[in-house]
């Protein structure tokens, strides 16, 4: 009988809808880990995930499958078995499954038993759920191989456990919410108690378009001990050894990466979403307006950290309203950013469109028609650059604007992808100064303030008409942020954020523009999921809507 085993744990980036990439990635992975018995890959490797409707194309379903065939034949060397995510066709019906393979063949299966239908999944519309599992033989080790929802609660591992595996082996497909380390860690151990095995847990790395997926692998052995822990971020094989004494499996102790504080993390959550989304896509950049302001500061450091500062393109788009500090700054950031910087001036397009609409608007004062005209003259303006470079327009709005309506359609808001779109406005301010503070692992910008600390002190303003603060008209950050909070990410009654000391004239107004401006947020790009309710997968409230919790 197997008294070692050595288990490799690729935590490897898989490409959505590239099976032939992703089965290069596959092959090299295992080929790096010839010494191991068994390799491990996350959920739905071989496709990508979530696949979402993609998955239904029986074009793609074929691919897949002889994608798996293919690496079969591979296992023929003698090296690794293998254990790999992929869709999975059975007696007319779709699973999301993983495939043992070993001996050129594929010689059995595991199918996703409880299959997440909320907050961004919604797999019980494209999958059937399997079975209760049963384990796989490999290598003549009983092997549990629940599929990532399939051990947040007890029912799957029990089974497994009950029917004599060894050892539980989970791939996962797990996004990336803040402070979902610790979440992760104590289910694993729940799981691990009730058992009363050890278990591995693979997760995914890679970002998908609004999701990303941070990696952070570990190993729980049964007695609820760490025994190794993978960096979160960064693609790494690691080969864990295991060795049985009294009967069961226990894994040796290796490398403990150090948890992330909750800056660090978020900050690059954003620099994978967008390196993965410009890179994936094939954009050879991106593009912003650079205002002097600190969420286009903010979202040029994170652009730079994530492609580096030759494919980041930074525009400034002064009007008459625009301030000499702010042309100071901006040029400032550009420079310690080492990024491309340009000004272009709009007021001749404003003049041009004041003359044009002049018979249009007579006997009309102006009001927010002619500031958002500003907004929307600069969104031509980069997207012009955009067409005539190749470079994506990132967009800089923050998620209070968002969540209140203050940010233009067509204008602001135009542009392939948002880097702060579920950010806080003083989670802005935070991860500033943290960026001018600290150089995140993998970044290509360079170290020192990035920032001008000119930017994160001045009063936010859009600057589209004299003497404007974002504070004319939204109370301040800090309240608003707390407001939001409550009514966002935990959907708290009226009377709740009330009591908790917020103004009641001040949450019935924040309530009413946050829905208002459900429209705009169906029409603005894709951007980052940072917390638990992003605008879009998590929330999807409808934009015909009258009822109003504030009365």
Same mark, same amino acid.
């Given at each position: 009988?197997?008294?070692?085993?050595?288990?490799?744990?690729?935590?490897?980036?898989?490409?959505?809808?590239?099976?032939?990439?992703?089965?290069?990635?596959?092959?090299?992975?295992?080929?790096?880990?010839?010494?191991?018995?068994?390799?491990?890959?996350?959920?739905?490797?071989?496709?990508?995930?979530?696949?979402?409707?993609?998955?239904?194309?029986?074009?793609?379903?074929?691919?897949? #499958?002889?994608?798996?065939?293919?690496?079969?034949?591979?296992?023929?060397?003698?090296?690794?078995?293998?254990?790999?995510?992929?869709?999975? *066709?059975?007696?007319?019906?779709?699973?999301?499954?993983?495939?043992?393979?070993?001996?050129?063949?594929?010689?059995?299966?595991?199918?996703?038993?409880?299959?997440?239908?909320?907050?961004?999944?919604?797999? %019980?519309?494209?999958?059937?759920?399997?079975?209760?599992?049963?384990?796989?033989?490999?290598?003549?080790?009983?092997?549990?191989?629940?599929?990532?929802?399939?051990?947040?609660?007890?029912?799957?591992?029990?089974?497994?456990?009950?029917?004599?595996?060894?050892?539980?082996?989970?791939?996962?497909?797990?996004?990336?919410?803040?402070?979902?380390?610790?979440? *992760?860690?104590?289910?694993?151990?729940?799981?691990?108690?009730?058992?009363?095995?050890?278990?591995?847990?693979?997760?995914?790395?890679?970002?998908?378009?609004?999701?990303?997926?941070?990696?952070?692998?570990?190993?729980?052995?049964?007695?609820?001990?760490?025994?190794?822990?993978? %960096?979160?971020?960064?693609?790494?094989?690691?080969?864990?050894?295991?060795?049985?004494?009294?009967?069961?499996?226990?894994?040796?102790?290796?490398?403990?990466?150090?948890?992330?504080?909750?800056?660090?993390?978020?900050?690059?959550?954003?620099?994978?979403?967008?390196?993965?989304?410009?890179?994936?896509?094939?954009?050879?950049?991106?593009?912003?307006?650079?205002?002097?302001?600190?969420?286009?500061?903010?979202?040029?450091?994170?652009?730079?950290?994530?492609?580096?500062?030759?494919?980041?393109?930074?525009?400034?788009?002064?009007?008459?309203?625009?301030?000499?500090? #702010?042309?100071?700054?901006?040029?400032?950031?550009?420079?310690?950013?080492?990024?491309?910087?340009?000004?272009?001036?709009?007021?001749?397009?404003?003049?041009?469109?004041?003359?044009?609409?002049?018979?249009?608007?007579?006997?009309?004062?102006?009001?927010?028609?002619?500031?958002?005209?500003?907004?929307?003259?600069?969104?031509?303006?980069?997207?012009?650059?955009?067409?005539?470079?190749?470079?994506?327009?990132?967009?800089?709005?923050?998620?209070?604007?968002?969540?209140?309506?203050?940010?233009?359609?067509?204008?602001?808001?135009?542009?392939?992808?948002?880097?702060? %779109?579920?950010?806080?406005?003083?989670?802005?301010?935070?991860?500033?100064?943290?960026?001018?503070?600290?150089?995140?692992?993998?970044?290509?910008?360079?170290?020192?303030?990035?920032?001008?600390? *000119?930017?994160?002190?001045?009063?936010?303003?859009?600057?589209?008409?004299?003497?404007?603060?974002?504070?004319?008209?939204?109370?301040?950050?800090?309240?608003?942020?707390?407001?939001?909070?409550?009514?966002?990410? %935990?959907?708290?009654?009226?009377?709740?954020?009330?009591?908790?000391?917020?103004?009641?004239?001040?949450?019935?107004?924040?309530?009413?523009?946050?829905?208002? #401006?459900?429209?705009?947020?169906?029409?603005?790009?894709?951007?980052?999921?940072?917390?638990?309710?992003?605008?879009?997968?998590?929330?999807?409230?409808?934009?015909?809507?009258?009822?109003?919790?504030?009365?």
């Amino acid at each position: 009988m197997t008294d070692r085993l050595r288990i490799a744990l690729a935590q490897i980036n898989p490409c959505m809808g590239d099976i032939a990439g992703n089965l290069k990635k596959a092959r090299a992975a295992r080929g790096g880990a010839r010494s191991a018995d068994i390799i491990l890959f996350s959920e739905l490797f071989v496709t990508g995930y979530p696949p979402e409707d993609l998955i239904l194309k029986r074009a793609f379903q074929d691919d897949a #499958s002889a994608a798996v065939e293919d690496f079969a034949r591979d296992t023929l060397d003698g090296g690794p078995a293998v254990l790999i995510g992929t869709p999975w *066709r059975e007696e007319g019906k779709l699973y999301n499954a993983v495939a043992h393979l070993d001996d050129g063949k594929v010689l059995g299966r595991t199918l996703k038993c409880d299959l997440p239908n909320y907050g961004v999944f919604d797999e %019980k519309r494209v999958f059937a759920a399997g079975p209760l599992p049963t384990p796989l033989t490999v290598r003549g080790i009983r092997i549990g191989v629940p599929i990532c929802e399939d051990v947040w609660s007890p029912e799957v591992c029990r089974h497994l456990a009950d029917a004599w595996a060894e050892l539980l082996l989970v791939p996962n497909g797990s996004p990336y919410e803040v402070g979902k380390e610790d979440v *992760r860690l104590d289910l694993v151990r729940a799981r691990v108690k009730e058992a009363g095995l050890p278990l591995a847990y693979l997760n995914q790395i890679c970002g998908q378009d609004e999701v990303v997926f941070d990696g952070a692998s570990f190993v729980v052995n049964a007695d609820g001990s760490l025994a190794l822990a993978m %960096k979160p971020w960064e693609e790494e094989s690691v080969v864990s050894e295991w060795m049985r004494a009294n009967g069961k499996w226990v894994c040796s102790p290796g490398e403990i990466a150090p948890v992330e504080d909750r800056q660090t993390s978020m900050y690059r959550a954003m620099m994978l979403g967008l390196a993965d989304y410009v890179n994936k896509n094939r954009f050879p950049g991106v593009v912003l307006g650079l205002s002097g302001g600190i969420d286009s500061a903010l979202s040029a450091a994170v652009a730079v950290d994530a492609l580096g500062p030759d494919r980041v393109r930074c525009v400034m788009m002064p009007s008459k309203f625009t301030s000499s500090d #702010s042309l100071t700054d901006a040029e400032a950031c550009a420079r310690a950013l080492g990024v491309s910087y340009e000004a272009v001036a709009i007021e001749e397009a404003v003049k041009v469109f004041g003359t044009l609409l002049a018979p249009s608007f007579a006997g009309k004062a102006p009001d927010t028609t002619e500031e958002n005209i500003q907004s929307r003259i600069r969104g031509l303006i980069l997207m012009a650059v955009s067409n005539k470079f190749g470079p994506m327009v990132l967009t800089t709005g923050n998620k209070s604007e968002m969540s209140v309506g203050y940010a233009t359609l067509y204008g602001d808001m135009c542009g392939g992808y948002n880097v702060l %779109k579920d950010i806080y406005k003083m989670d802005v301010f935070t991860l500033s100064r943290w960026r001018n503070a600290h150089v995140p692992g993998g970044a290509l910008g360079p170290k020192g303030e990035v920032i001008p600390e *000119r930017i994160i002190v001045k009063p936010p303003s859009a600057e589209l008409k004299e003497n404007q603060t974002d504070q004319d008209s939204l109370p301040p950050y800090e309240i608003l942020d707390g407001i939001l909070e409550c009514l966002v990410e %935990k959907e708290m009654a009226f009377e709740d954020v009330v009591a908790k000391g917020f103004d009641p004239a001040t949450v019935k107004r924040i309530e009413h523009l946050l829905y208002i #401006s459900e429209y705009k947020r169906r029409q603005a790009p894709p951007g980052v999921k940072i917390g638990p309710r992003n605008f879009g997968r998590d929330r999807r409230y409808p934009i015909t809507n009258a009822f109003r919790d504030a009365r």
